[in-house]
């Protein structure tokens, strides 16, 4: 599984972006996909997940700004971040839990980080 991430960059607080990453490859079903950020010094946390059938996990600081969603034909998620804060500024990193073929597990894959920066 490769995940291809884009679509960070340097706004202004209060300004948007929009994060999308795509899972490639073959023999295996995705679970749940979603977004996780570190900040220099800190541990990484979850922002955001969804699942296949659309359940929804959100980060306590970016409900009601942030927006999660996916279409599952093209196996991308994309977050939509608005009203963005200073202390949103971080690496964020694509996730996808999926299920190898033949598998009964769930393997968890990482994309390259993008960064976001928030400026006041």
């Known amino acids: 599984v490769q995940l291809q991430a884009s679509g960070g960059g340097l706004v202004q607080a209060g300004e948007s972006l929009r994060l999308s990453c795509a899972a490639s490859?073959?023999?295996?079903?995705?679970?749940?996909m979603g977004w996780y950020r570190q900040a220099p010094g800190k541990q990484r946390e979850l922002v955001a997940a969804?699942?296949?059938?659309?359940?929804?996990d959100y980060h306590d600081s970016v409900k009601g700004r942030f927006t999660i969603s996916r279409d599952n034909a093209k196996n991308t998620v994309f977050l939509q971040m608005n009203s963005l804060k200073p202390e949103d500024t971080a690496g964020y990193y694509c996730?996808?839990?999926?299920?190898?073929?033949?598998?009964?597990?769930?393997?968890?894959?990482w994309g390259q980080g993008t960064l976001v920066t928030v400026s006041s």
């Open positions: 490859g073959s023999g295996f079903s995705i679970n749940r």
């Open positions: 969804i699942t296949t059938g659309g359940s929804t």
């Open positions: 996730n996808a839990n999926v299920q190898p073929k033949g598998w009964s597990l769930l393997v968890d894959y």
